[in-house]
């Protein structure tokens, strides 16, 4: 059976995403797209040469017979409107991130979700299914490198937009960390910490860069993360788990080792699309596969109200300059 798709937000994740499902994947179709400017909208359904229906309304979308699952990557501020939305209409629904722009979203999220008795959400977080995150899981799960102790990350962007602000260092840019440790650690954070180095002369008046932010898990584990988005040479992710044992470092992408005019060089991506490309068609194709199995699989409704929990935490910590707890939240039996 083809999942019928309906796509809420053309911007370029979800053109994207339009892309993947229609062109990469298996077993779902394009069948409905919304977006505010409806000439992007129409551009995409154009371009990937699909019979879609255009709406100038996601909830009249939501509402289509014909739609079976809906993708929601649409602005941030929207999600947790249609997200409701399709869970009260009985619709899978896969949504990138954030899952809400607060913790009190994602938990009317959550509620609807638990009234509809089954798990119809999956989150877009990608990192779990990106294979050198999945290469350090292994490698704490096994006990290759004995108990972690300490993680050091960095998140760096070549540049951001003028309407890219202070906070957004964490809510954009910082919640896939927020995400991925907690899975690699299988651990929850207790507080964090943010302080500011030294501001980069390529940073607008309205965001302090770089970052740093500081975490301690539940079982102790300190975690730094560098957030640097205006660092110029490219799109690098770090993440080395510092263990009892050993060191594990994620696996850099791969990339063609050039000799060229007495250098030695390897090419450095600039584009966050390109970087966790195949783990965007592995995580997509987990949700339709999940669909078709009538069971979900992926990062939960849970998992984005932890990472807005521990957001909107650090967020505070960027205002108080202060340590600031993190109290999560136990998590439903329903999430188990």
């Known amino acids: 059976m ?42 995409v359904v154009d371009k990937l040469n699909i019979e879609a229906t ?66 119809l959400v999956q989150v877009g977080f990608m990192r779990p299914y990106d294979s050198g995150y999945r290469q350090l899981k292994s490698a704490i799960d096994t006990g290759l490198i004995g108990e972690p102790l300490m993680i050091h990350c960095a998140h760096r962007n070549p540049s951001v937009p003028e309407a890219y602000i202070t906070p957004m260092a964490i809510h954009d840019t910082l919640i896939h960390e927020l995400d991925v440790l907690r899975w690699l650690l299988d651990d929850d954070y207790v507080s964090a910490q943010v302080v500011f180095p030294r501001k980069t002369k390529y940073a607008h008046s309205k965001v302090a860069d770089p970052q740093i932010v500081l975490l301690e898990t539940k079982k102790g584990v300190r975690i730094d993360v560098e957030v640097f988005v205006n660092c110029k040479y490219g799109y690098d992710i770090q993440c080395s788990v510092v263990g009892e044992e050993g060191i594990a470092n994620l696996p850099e992408p791969q990339s063609l080792l050039i000799r060229k005019d007495a250098k030695l060089s390897n090419a450095i991506l600039m584009d966050w699309k390109d970087r966790f490309i195949a783990a965007y068609d592995v995580e997509l194709q987990a949700f339709l596969d999940g669909i078709s199995a009538g069971k979900l699989t992926g990062p939960s409704s849970w998992d984005g109200m932890a990472a807005a929990v521990a957001s909107d935490a650090c967020v505070k910590a960027q205002e108080s300059q202060k340590i600031e707890p993190i109290e999560m939240p136990v998590r439903p039996a329903f999430y188990d």
Not at 10 to 23: F, M
Not at 30 to 42: G, H, P, R, W
């Open 2 to 43: 083809t999942i019928n798709i309906g796509v809420i937000g053309t911007g370029a994740i979800g053109a994207d995403h339009a892309r993947r499902i229609t062109e990469t994947l298996t077993g779902g179709a394009i069948v409905a797209v919304n977006d505010v400017n409806l000439s992007q909208a129409k551009a």
């Open 54 to 119: 255009v709406y100038d309304s996601g909830h009249d979308l939501i509402n289509d017979d014909n739609v079976h699952a809906v993708l929601v990557t649409s602005w941030g501020p929207t999600h947790e409107e249609f997200v409701v939305a399709a869970v009260n209409a009985g619709k899978y629904v896969f949504c990138e991130k954030p899952l809400a722009t607060s913790a009190q979203g994602c938990r009317n999220i959550i509620e609807a979700e638990m009234a509809a008795g089954k798990r």
